[in-house]
């Protein structure tokens, strides 16, 4: 088979090099408490939950924390998932369903997408952040099929390629005029939006009543793995008898819930971390303005760089880990076409002299601006 070259193989960093490719917000990935939490549930509890959740693979670490997230949340019940990817499966394929309406958001994570499609709903796309366009195709579609059918609207809550944030309360107005979910993907606000990192809700201070389901991952700012939907109990329980990727599926491994308890509770403790993190964005993007390198207006640890072309957002790519930084090329079909990028990401675990040596980087490595 010849290889079409969308994606390159993944290459292991070398370990000297400073990561700007991560996800790792919060800098709780290599956190010793994490690691000791882990290594003592392993030591007790064995490292496999051993069976799926509603067989025998639900154990008290788990139960534990979907209550500390049910908290974190502000919401009646979170339930725990394997991944984001397989949450999103989940939780969409519960809500809706043949002869049902979803609408998306033209930049949506991909495994929105997938729910949807494996949810065998219509799926609609309107234009990036476009509440506006968004609340017509719902309205024609109630005028037309009546209040029966169900609806839903799901989002991003910061775009995982571009920073930016959805426009959750008209979003949310839109929704609960045309009686459809929201449905809010905050993989990337988590521990990092809100002044205590509940995320886009908490940043626009919206409650469960205008976002009725949030769904976390643990993967980002969490630095571990794996994912939750939270929303009312009795939502939660549908979903419990209807996604067929909670039912199917072996339970989180327990040292990994034990370890993410332990980084739920230093993201809220240690509020330092969002303000440095909210530090370094400020200064990474003072500096790119004064460099002359144009950034999207994204309020995120998520910075894209656009370049232009493929070539050379990998030419760039290569010449930044040539001088030790991590920063991926994002091509098509990962963002539209025309719109490759470097997508850096900060971290709380970065200092400011690495911020300004990756600016200079940047300014050697994309000579001569955008193509
Ligand atoms: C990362 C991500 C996912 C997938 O989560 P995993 O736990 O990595 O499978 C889903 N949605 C968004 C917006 C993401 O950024």
Redesign the pocket.
Known sequence: MRAVGRYRAAAVPPPAAIDFSS?DYLGLRRHPALAAALAECAARDGVGAGAAHLVSGHHSQHAALEAELAAFTGRERALLFG??????LGVLSALVGRGDLILQDRL??A??LDGALLARARLRRYAHADATAAATLLADWRARVGAQPAAAIAT?GVF?MDGDLAPLPALAVAARAHRAWLIV?D??ALGVLGATGRGSCEHYGLDSGAVPLV?G????AFGT???FVAGERDVIEWIVQRARTYIYTTALPPPVAAATRAALRIAQEESWRRARLNALVQRFRARCASAGLPLPPSPTPIQPLLVGSATRALQASDALLARGFVVKAIRAPTVPAGTERLRISLSAAHDEAQVDRLCDALVECIAGGPA
Do not use: E, R
Request: without cysteine; hydrophobic residues 30%.
């Open positions: 996800n991944s984001g990817y397989l949450a999103n949506n994570h495994s929105l991003d995982s993907d993989a990337h769904i991952t643990l993967g980002k793995y794996g994912a």
